[in-house]
T-cell receptor, first 113, second 113 residues
Framework: GNSVTQMEGPVTLSEEAFLTINCTYTATGYPSLFWYVQYPGEGLQLLLKATKADDKGSNKGFEATYRKETTSFHLEKGSVQVSDSAVYFCALHSGGGADGLTFGKGTHLIIQP | ETGVTQSPTHLIKTRGQQVTLRCSSQSGHNTVSWYQQALGQGPQFIFQYYREEENGRGNFPPRFSGLQFPNYSSELNVNALELDDSALYLC????????????FGPGTRLTVT
């Protein structure tokens, strides 16, 4: 079956530091890959996505590249801000029928001023 | 454009009771999915509705059921509540059946005592 593995948190960084959150996946076929962000007390917001190998998704300074050879979709940002503090979820959709999204367990990111 | 809304925000029920949670899809979206997010975990897919019929289901027992209405709003019903049903329940809508880009509501926090 499908699965997503993320690096465990919390990840604590200083403002303006470089961010990497690792994500690897197992899936049948050719899944689409996503990063969602969840701020305290809120639902999930789609941050970025990639639908095929070598695609790069980007939004709000965050980037992730779909690497089929390593089955990875690592999230990166060059300079984080305090406002980036949240829980980040990597997810996949297998594209078959009416399957839902498969999520990782989430990575709690804490940015200190 | 109206986003996904859910009601109520919070709910407290007693073990053995039944609960109904409600969701209004984003304008123009005809597919709705429900997810259960336990504390500290990623969301787990419960089921998906398209054209008022369930067309995909995750690993949840039959006491989790749903409805989708002609205006694309939706309900999640849970019978015979158990303590482990305590979670954040998220509704997500998408434009077409099986579409992988889903937009989430803020969730309903259910506590079972």
């Amino acid at each position: 079956g499908n699965s997503v593995t993320q690096m465990e948190g919390p990840v604590t960084l200083s403002e303006e530091a470089f961010l990497t959150i690792n994500c690897t996946y197992t899936a049948t076929g050719y899944p689409s890959l996503f990063w969602y962000v969840q701020y305290p007390g809120e639902g999930l917001q789609l941050l970025l996505k990639a639908t095929k190998a070598d695609d790069k998704g980007s939004n709000k300074g965050f980037e992730a590249t779909y690497r089929k050879e390593t089955t990875s979709f690592h999230l990166e940002k060059g300079s984080v801000q305090v406002s980036d503090s949240a829980v980040y979820f990597c997810a996949l959709h297998s594209g078959g029928g009416a399957d839902g999204l498969t999520f990782g367990k989430g990575t709690h990111l804490i940015i200190q001023p | 454009e109206t986003g996904v809304t859910q009601s109520p925000t919070h709910l407290i029920k007693t073990r053995g009771q039944q609960v109904t949670l409600r969701c209004s899809s984003q304008s123009g979206h005809n597919t709705v999915s429900w997810y259960q997010q336990a504390l500290g975990q990623g969301p787990q897919f419960i089921f998906q509705y398209y054209r008022e019929e369930e067309n995909g289901r995750g690993n949840f027992p039959p006491r989790f059921s749903g409805l989708q209405f002609p205006n694309y709003s939706s309900e999640l019903n849970v019978n015979a509540l158990e303590l482990d049903d305590s979670a954040l329940y998220l509704c997500a809508s998408s434009l077409v059946e099986g579409a992988n880009e889903q937009y989430f509501g803020p969730g309903t926090r259910l506590t079972v005592t």
